[in-house]
């Protein structure tokens, strides 16, 4: 079964009374352990499409099956649990919370799940070291540089076990050295049978995708 299946999906926004396609029948298929990237100016309409591969919104027409559920027969509790339990989120800004530790904001994701506290900090710490950062655990934010607080990012992305991993400009805030490493994590997550999908504007990071595809005016105009 496909990770993510998106057929003919059309996203239409109503601005001030005025119609605006955001998406334009785009069709894409996310298969276990994927490695994507999707690239384009802004407004080409890559962001709409990566909220709707998360389940963060709904297609106006066409069909999204995440995790082979059709997102269209879901209620608002069925959408969220299907995005605890399948998709993990990773953003350029991080969206820390600053007053609170590193392990406490990777367990974060599992309160929802009504995981105990003893579960969440053992599965956290877990995860910290999973992503090098075993030593940070009792940290905050403003302790950590940027490097360190995408690890925890994806630390806290990854601690409910997702299928897919959808990473906004995971790098747009890092310096090269810095933003490399975290890509090689990432790729470590597909060897691992995980789909990774990362919205990017550089070149050099969709280059190491496996897959590449370019939107423009809401539509996928070339794929390679």
């Known amino acids: 079964m496909s990770a993510i299946e998106a057929t003919d999906v059309s996203r239409t926004y109503e601005l001030d009374g005025v119609s605006v396609q955001a998406l334009r029948g785009v069709s894409l298929t996310v298969e276990p352990g994927d490695y994507l990237a999707i690239i384009g100016t802004s407004g080409s309409g890559k962001s709409t499409l ?15 099956l995440i995790g082979g559920r059709d997102v269209a027969r879901l209620t608002p509790n069925e959408m969220a649990e299907l995005r605890n339990t399948t998709i993990g989120f990773v953003f350029q800004s991080f969206h820390l919370l600053a007053r609170t530790t590193a392990q406490d904001n990777v367990g974060l994701p599992l309160v929802y799940r009504g995981a105990g506290r003893r579960e969440r900090r053992d599965r956290a710490a877990a995860m910290l070291d999973r992503v090098g950062l075993g030593h940070r655990i009792t940290h905050r934010p403003n302790q950590m540089s940027g490097g360190e607080q995408q690890r925890v990012a994806i630390a806290r992305a990854l601690v409910t076990g997702p299928s897919v991993l959808l990473a906004d400009e995971p790098t747009g805030n890092l310096d090269s050295a810095t933003g490399s490493s975290v890509l090689s994590l990432l790729e470590s997550l597909v060897d691992e049978g995980v789909a990774v999908v990362l919205v990017t504007h550089d070149r050099d990071v969709a280059a190491r995708a496996h897959r590449q595809i370019r939107m ?7 794929t390679r």
């Not at 990566?50 to 999204?64: F, I």
């Not at 423009?216 to 070339?222: C, F, L, M, T």
């Open 216 to 222: 423009k005016d809401g539509r996928i105009v070339e």
């Open 50 to 64: 990566m909220h709707l591969l998360g389940g963060l919104d709904r297609p106006t027409g066409g069909t999204l």
